[in-house]
């Protein structure tokens, strides 16, 4: 039987494999929930939803990977594996691409230049991975 895509990231120390654990998880999605509310405040600044959004869609993109038993240190990844965790269309994956792009630079460079469409799409996108994740249901027992 052929390994996950999943799996092969941890034979090569990419991810690590690690029991889901229900608290997590559900703080994960409530964390979250609460940033993407935010983010849609338009009475913040664009950079703060900017932030708000990004945040949210990695929130709960770490709730996915964490349900499904693994573990990342690295943003970009926890992105990338939304197509195994939660089959997020292509698309919706070069939003989140472009953000962490975006806000790579901001955090290291000191340029942040996003605007309104970006933002949308980014809200957009962590709707659906928040939608998708919320349906994961519980938390999968032990795994034998």
């Known amino acids: 039987m052929p390994s996950s895509p999943l799996d092969n990231l941890v034979r090569v120390g990419q991810l690590k494999a690690e029991p889901p654990a229900q608290a997590e998880f559900d703080g994960l999605l409530r964390s979250g929930q609460v940033r993407l509310t ?9 950079e703060s939803r900017f932030d ?20 990342s240190e690295n943003r970009y990844l926890v992105f ?10 292509p698309a919706q994956w070069r939003v ?24 949308e799409a980014m809200i957009r996108v962590a709707r659906t991975v928040a939608e998708r994740a919320i349906a994961l249901g519980p938390v999968p027992q032990e795994r034998a």
Not at 55 to 65: E, I, K, T, V, Y
Not at 80 to 89: G, N
């Open 38 to 46: 935010d983010a849609q405040n338009r009475t913040l600044s664009l």
């Open 52 to 71: 708000l959004a990004y945040n949210a869609a990695h929130a709960l993109s770490l709730a996915a990977l964490r349900w499904h038993g693994y573990r």
């Open 80 to 89: 990338q594996s939304l197509t195994h965790t939660l089959a997020l269309e």
């Open 96 to 119: 989140l691409d472009q953000a962490h792009r975006k806000r790579n630079l901001a955090e290291y460079e000191g340029d942040l230049d996003v605007d309104e469409s970006l933002v």
